[in-house]
């Protein structure tokens, strides 16, 4: 069963269907969030693929270390992870 939680100040949803979570935030336009347990290790395997980096890995106020990837498209996808 899918759970979801949504912020309101964050502009964040977050879905999570079984084994993994799925969000929908804002950064400067709409994103996909992909939560991810090592954003380094992630950010780091797509840009070997050839996926263009729009931020490298960095740390939010939110506890969280985020990185921004753009899809084939251009829009922005944002790896998240909680910082330890």
Known sequence: MATSTFSCCDAHVEMTPGAFVLGLGTVEA???V???DDVHE???KLAAAGVPAAA???DRGNNNRN??????DR???ELAAKRA
């Open 75 to 77: 829009n922005l996808v």
């Open 56 to 58: 490298e890995p960095h």
């Open 30 to 32: 709409a994103v996909v």
């Open 67 to 72: 990185a921004l990837v753009r899809d084939p």
């Open 34 to 36: 992909f939560w991810t």
């Open 42 to 44: 992630t950010f780091a």
